[in-house]
């Protein structure tokens, strides 16, 4: 699903500092394997294999880091190396935001010239390479924050904690979230530290400390692997061959 990378599509300096975060140390419990997600098979591979696989394949990512669940960061490390691929392996945290706190504490050590970091869910390994490009473009262009982003196809209420609905927001102002998320460094960093309380997605920390954040067009593909039904979409569309 993943196209191969353009090699006419070179990468700037500043593209080529990106470095890439890569929560994978959630359990998977809606998925309901018994093992952690990242490590759910999709044609036979690892879903967190095509997702850094999909990141280095972008050809605008420098280095890769990894937060597994802490029982398996040995055997994380040794299934990304296995398949040839360079990725730091850290021990994640009990949340997902905890996970990429660790992983970017690892990242400031190890890149600590990287001017653009990526966030991006081991769960959504299908995302094509010019999505991931698309979003270190704009960072490295001199946005803070960029997102990826589709419209809503369903309309969406709101509701109270009984179920009743309290309003119908307009459709055309929302929009699906889907990674990777891009962030300036310092951007990154400093949201973490002052903000970093935990939240469903790291743009939401660095909207707390009041910076912009940009958007940039998401792809069906860029879909969050979370039920067995989105399993069973991830793997027809892979068996099928349909190019992003
Ligand atoms: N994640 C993480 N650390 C956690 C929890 C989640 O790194 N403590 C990661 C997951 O591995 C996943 C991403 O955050 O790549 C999005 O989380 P989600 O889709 O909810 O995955 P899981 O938490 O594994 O799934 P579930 O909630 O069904 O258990
Ligand atoms: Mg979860």
Redesign the pocket.
């Known amino acids: 699903m993943t196209p191969p990378s353009d090699s006419s599509d070179r990468s700037t300096p500043e593209q080529a500092r990106a470095v890439a975060i ?11 394997f018994g093992v ?3 490590l759910v098979p999709v044609r036979g591979t690892a ?2 294999t095509h ?1 850094v696989r999909g990141l280095l394949d972008a050809g605008c990512v420098r280095h890769v880091v990894v ?3 802490p029982t398996e960061v040995e055997s994380t490390a040794a299934l990304l190396r296995d398949e040839g691929l360079a990725a730091d392996v850290v021990a ?9 706190r660790l ?1 970017l504490r690892h990242a400031i050590k190890v890149v600590p010239d990287a001017r653009v970091v990526l966030v991006h ?4 390994c299908f995302t094509p390479a010019h999505v991931i490009r698309a979003v270190v473009a704009a960072v490295a262009a001199g946005a803070p924050a960029v997102i990826p982003v589709l419209p809503m196809a369903d309309t969406v209420k709101q509701v109270d904690f009984g179920g009743t609905v309290l309003a119908t927001p307009d459709r055309a102002a929302l929009r699906v979230v889907q990674t990777p998320q891009g962030f300036d460094l310092a951007t990154l960093t400093r949201a973490y530290a002052e903000a970093g309380d935990s939240a469903t997605d790291d743009a939401g920390l660095v909207e707390k400390i009041g910076v912009p954040v940009a958007t940039v067009p998401g792809h069906a593909y860029a879909m ?4 067995p039904f989105d399993l069973a979409i991830a793997e027809f569309v892979l068996s099928a061959g349909v190019a992003p």
């Open positions: 890569v929560p994978a140390a959630g359990r998977g419990e809606r998925l309901g952690p997600k990242a879903l967190l997702a937060a597994a669940p994640g945290g009990a949340d997902r935001t905890e996970s990429v992983a869910d081991a769960a959504r969050k692997i979370t039920t």
